[in-house]
C-alpha cells in the first residue's frame, strides 16, 4: 500500500513569512495528489490538486504545490501568510485508477499575528 | 445542494455499547469511505466501499463494521471490541473511476465514557 509522509508536524510562522510543507510518497506507478485544509472547527476542503500536466499547480488562498516525480514529492508553498491560514493541512495520494486516499499525518500549521 | 453529511455531529457512549455513525450522500458517487482522525496521527482509513453491498477493510478496521446497501449511505458501526473508540470519524466519498477528489462530512466526535 502507498503511504504518505509529512514532516515537521508543528509549525509556527508570523505573518507575511513564507510557509512549505513538505509531502513525500512511496508509490512507483503513476499517482493524482492532494493537498486537503482543515480550519479550526471547519470539515476538510480541498486547496489543490494534480493529476497529469503542468507539475506547478495553483490553489485557492494563494498556495501552489510543485510535484517532483523523481522525488517523490508534492510540496505545498505559501510566498506570504496571514493569521487565516491557521489550519492543519494534509497530503494524501491514490494510485492513479484507485480512489482509495492515503493521508499523511498532517501539519498543524499556527501563524502568529 | 449536494453533499455528505454526517449525524450526529457529537456522539457519547457508555463502554462496552456498540454504536452506530450515519453516512448519506447525495452526490451519487460510487465510493465511500470511514477514516479516524486522531490528533498527531492524520487520517486513518477504517473501511471502504466502492460499489453497492462491497467494501473493504481500511488500515484499523478492528472493532469496527460497515454496511453499503445503498448507494448513499455507509453507516458505521462502532463495536464494544474497539479497545480506543473515543475520536472524530470522517466519512468521505468520491467517484469510483476517473481522477476525482475527495468530499468530507463535518465528521462525527464520539466519546465514550
Known amino acids: 500500500a502507498q503511504s504518505v509522509s509529512q514532516h515537521n508536524h508543528h509549525v509556527i510562522l508570523s505573518e507575511a513569512a513564507s510557509l512549505e510543507l513538505g509531502c513525500n510518497y512511496s508509490?512507483?506507478?503513476?499517482?493524482?495528489l492532494f493537498w486537503y485544509v482543515q480550519y479550526p472547527g471547519q470539515h476538510l476542503q480541498l486547496l489543490l490538486k494534480?493529476?497529469?500536466?503542468?507539475?506547478l499547480v495553483k490553489g485557492i488562498k494563494g498556495f501552489e504545490a510543485e510535484f517532483i516525480k523523481s522525488k517523490f514529492s508534492f510540496n505545498l508553498r505559501k510566498p506570504s501568510v496571514q493569521w487565516s491560514d491557521t489550519a492543519e493541512y494534509f497530503c494524501?495520494?491514490?494510485?492513479?485508477?484507485?480512489?482509495?486516499?492515503?493521508f499523511g499525518k498532517g501539519n498543524q500549521v499556527v501563524v502568529i499575528p | 445542494d449536494g453533499g455528505i453529511t454526517q449525524s450526529p455531529k457529537y456522539l457519547f457512549r457508555k463502554e462496552g455499547q456498540n454504536v452506530t455513525l450515519s453516512c448519506e450522500q447525495n452526490l451519487n458517487h460510487d465510493a465511500m469511505y470511514w477514516y479516524r482522525q486522531d490528533p498527531g496521527q492524520g487520517l486513518r482509513l477504517i473501511y471502504y466501499s466502492q460499489i453497492v453491498n462491497d467494501f473493504q477493510k481500511g488500515d484499523i478496521a478492528e472493532g469496527y463494521s460497515v454496511s453499503r446497501e445503498k448507494k448513499e449511505s455507509f453507516p458505521l458501526t462502532v463495536t464494544s471490541a474497539q479497545k480506543n473508540p473515543t475520536a472524530f470519524y470522517l466519512c468521505?466519498?468520491?467517484?469510483?473511476?476517473?481522477?476525482?477528489?475527495?468530499?468530507f462530512g463535518q465528521g462525527t466526535r464520539l466519546t465514550v465514557v
Open positions: 468521505a466519498c468520491n467517484s469510483a473511476i476517473g481522477n476525482t477528489e475527495a468530499f
Open positions: 508509490y512507483g506507478g503513476t499517482v493524482n
Open positions: 494524501a495520494v491514490t494510485p492513479y485508477g484507485n480512489n482509495r486516499l492515503a
Open positions: 494534480y493529476f497529469s500536466g503542468d507539475p
